[in-house]
């Protein structure tokens, strides 16, 4: 159904575009006549057209100035204007009002009219349809977006949030590459403002969370995440690389607000904890602060800020590049690493020259955090006496061009040995499987059996052993079988029968199809050919 104003002063007029447009499309239209600009505007409000055929000079207000009073309110009602008059005298000014076309007096051909309505017509169509359109896409992103919002969050929880962090930052339109973690604990009110029931309040959290995310959101603009025990993790994103003492007071006091409204519409107790901004790839580091800003704090609200000892350097220092020389050393990016450490030795010169002994301190305390930071993470080994030489090589460095050389090299060696333990590692899997394959191909050999002599999964297995072979399991057993089947069918004294136990398959017709697959020929051509060329 489409809803049609007709608007001009003439009254035949009026009757004639009503008579052509009706016997045409019927049922399909709703159709409405006024003969002045004002009435035009009047029914927009009431009738709400979706297609308006307007003259421009009618009494009052002109077409044009109709059009620029419903404009004000609705931009969608597609516009057709009649006049007698010079179209390019209102050209521009009907072009701002996104007049869709015009159609000048005397109009002789109705068709010319029912082409203006039906493409009209089309124009709402589509309109709607993209309407309808955008509406599935919304409903849809209702039911995806909190899967989305939670990955986001367990992604902070966990220590990979570098992987994914790009992806999810455009799923979730978040523009800033700053923000603050902020912890919500809830339950039952006890003593010494300590929470009590808290597996009980948890199960009543997840019946009400829908509630208590709408609320939050009304406080920060927010990603929550989903009820964990009895606590919600709150990622809040900024523009700000730091927050001054105004703002971080201003949310601190937002967050006593949210605590209070909570509290009153669900009937429970909560405290928060709220983290200083950090880049979002250093989430995590945040979310860790709001932890202890919760644990350590007497109060239902605080800002590590506020906390007692809280880390901090003494004067000014670089946090941020020690911390991106751990990332980026974790890794094993050797050039960015690198490139940090040079950067941080540089800040050292350029602060504290005339202090040797902090400087050699400092580089090893870098370089062993780093190492032992890999060490955890799997991709070095370690062992008691491997920094026997450190403390002797740092202080006997001839200048500080030689101890910079040092810190970069042992940098640099840490970067290459994650990426150099972790190759020989599967390389030696790889290794120990083949040999096995080449001493026992002739017996029933599975991924399984395999697996378990190596001690990794089937899973994990499968993906080592495709990347050090450019094969799989079955793929290079088979080749095995078939490169030993070879040798043996050379010797006449094996019959086919022979050949096809000796290469560890029990079926000769099924030996016999896997070798022609392989090879192009069966056993008993492949021997006729071998024994014609020699």
């Known amino acids: 159904m489409f809803r049609i104003l007709l608007a001009d002063d003439e009254g035949i007029m009026l009757e004639s575009l009503k008579s052509i447009i009706s016997s045409n499309f019927g049922s399909e239209c709703e159709i409405r006549c006024v003969k002045t600009g004002r009435a035009v505007v009047e029914q927009a409000e009431t009738f709400h057209p979706d297609i308006a055929f307007v003259d421009i000079h009618m009494p009052g207000l002109s077409g044009i100035q109709a059009i620029q009073e419903i404009r004000k309110y609705n931009q969608e009602m597609a516009v057709i204007i009649i006049t007698a008059y010079d179209k390019f005298k ?39 349809q993209k309407r309808d359109d955008d509406l599935r896409i919304r409903e849809k992103l209702e039911i995806v977006l909190p899967i989305i919002e939670n990955g986001f969050i367990y992604n902070i929880i966990q220590d990979d949030n570098d992987m994914y962090q790009s992806g999810y930052q455009q799923l979730l339109g978040i523009g800033q590459e700053h923000g603050f973690c902020l912890v919500l604990e809830f339950g039952d009110s006890g003593e010494d403002g300590e929470l009590t029931n808290a597996v009980g309040f948890s199960v009543r959290a997840s019946r009400i969370y829908p509630m208590l995310k709408e609320t939050v959101k009304d406080f920060f603009s927010c990603i929550p995440g989903p009820v964990m025990s009895n606590r ?47 880049p979002i790839g250093d989430a995590r580091e945040s979310y860790r602060e709001a932890l202890r800003a919760l644990r ?14 809280v880390c901090d350097y003494d004067g000014e220092y670089p946090l941020d590049l020690e911390n991106d020389y751990y990332k980026r050393g974790l890794a094993a990016d050797a050039e960015g690493t690198v490139a940090c450490a040079g950067e941080l030795f540089d800040w050292m010169l350029e602060n504290y020259e005339n202090c040797r002994p902090d400087i050699e301190i400092k580089v090893l305390e870098l370089v062993m955090q780093l190492e032992y930071r890999a060490f955890f993470k799997g991709g070095i080994k370690y062992g008691f006496r491997y920094r026997e030489n450190y403390m002797r090589d740092v202080q006997n460095a001839a200048g500080y061009e030689e101890l910079r050389r040092w810190f970069l ?13 972790k190759k020989k590692e599967s390389e030696d899997v790889v290794a120990r499987v083949k040999a096995y394959i080449d001493e026992n191909y002739q017996k029933e050999v599975s991924l399984d059996e395999v697996s378990r002599m190596v001690n990794i999964s089937p899973y994990y297995f499968s993906k080592l052993f495709k990347q050090g072979t450019g094969q799989n399991f ?13 040798g043996f069918l050379e010797n006449p004294d094996y019959s086919i029968k022979q050949v096809c136990v000796m290469a560890g398959y029990s079926d000769p017709n099924y030996f016999s199809r896997i070798f022609k697959k392989y090879e192009g020929v069966t056993p008993s051509e492949y021997r006729e050919r071998f024994q014609q060329s020699r």
């Open 90 to 128: 209102y050209a521009q000014e009907a072009v701002n009002l996104g007049v869709m076309e015009y159609l000048t007096k005397p109009i002789s051909n109705k068709k010319v009219i029912l082409d203006a309505c039906m493409r009209a017509m089309k124009r709402v169509e589509d309109a709607r």
């Open 296 to 309: 350590e704090s007497g109060s239902h609200v605080a800002h590590i800020a506020d906390i007692p000892a």
């Open 474 to 486: 079955i793929e290079y057993l088979t080749q095995t079988r078939m490169r030993h089947a070879r």
């Open 232 to 278: 919600i993790l709150i990622y809040v994103p900024v523009e700000e690389g730091t927050l001054e003492y105004e703002k971080r007071v201003e949310v601190i006091t937002r967050t006593r607000n949210m605590v209070r409204k909570l509290e009153s519409s669900l009937d429970g107790s909560f405290k928060a904890g709220i983290g200083s901004v950090k």
């Open 409 to 421: 090299d042992k940098t640099r060696a840490v970067c290459s040995n994650m990426v150099l333990t």
